[in-house]
């Protein structure tokens, strides 16, 4: 899909958009969440952002580059939902020298998307373990979805990542880890 897409009424616009939400969307609640720390929020932001995107439409607004634009729309609603719930004061508390920087909340959600792409590479019972496990659920979560074994869940876990190991450089592989632990 084109980056500089005027969005227009009718089918092909649906079609555009709907294209891009299942290429962004992932992406954008990973950045949202790792800035957040709150998933549920972050769903919504992006929810948000999409639906101003939409509203954006009909008024002929010509964005050069959506992905861009997606991403300092989430930032700056995730910025107001923080003043509104008058966290932005206990966050900075919490971490007074560390300042949030989305630029590593894009590369993160970039390397997001990577093992993403490379789980749906993956045998079909090691794939479904593996988007769960993304998703956040523990082991015991897994098996329970799934009908499997704990140690079944945490072997198909282990082959996986080995396969992930001998794609991705060392730097990538600490935040696979990371997500999977």
């Known amino acids: 899909m084109d980056k500089n897409t005027t969005y227009q009424t009718g089918n092909t616009a649906a079609t555009k958009f709907e ?17 957040l720390g709150d998933k549920t929020a972050a769903q919504d932001i992006v929810q948000e952002a999409f639906a101003r995107l939409w509203e954006l439409q009909g ?22 939902w923080l003043r509104t719930r008058k966290l932005q004061a206990k966050y900075l508390n919490n971490h007074p020298l560390k300042e949030v920087n989305i630029f590593n909340a894009i590369v993160e ?15 079909p019972r090691s794939k479904q373990v593996m988007q769960l496990a993304f998703q956040g659920l523990d082991n015991q979560q897994i098996a329970q979805e799934i009908n499997i074994s ?9 082959k996986s990542i080995d396969k992930l190991k001998a794609i991705f450089s060392s730097d990538t592989l600490l ?3 990371m997500i999977f632990g």
């Open 109 to 123: 959600a970039d390397v997001a998307m990577q093992i993403l792409a490379e789980i749906e590479k993956l045998p």
């Open 59 to 80: 008024k002929n607004k010509n964005i050069e580059n959506i992905d861009n634009y997606m991403y300092m729309l989430v930032h700056n609603l995730s910025l107001e």
């Open 175 to 177: 935040k696979i880890l």
């Open 150 to 158: 704990v140690s079944s869940v945490k072997t198909l876990k282990y």
């Open 19 to 35: 294209s891009l939400v299942n290429r962004l969307y992932v992406s954008l609640c990973f950045a949202a969440n790792r800035f």
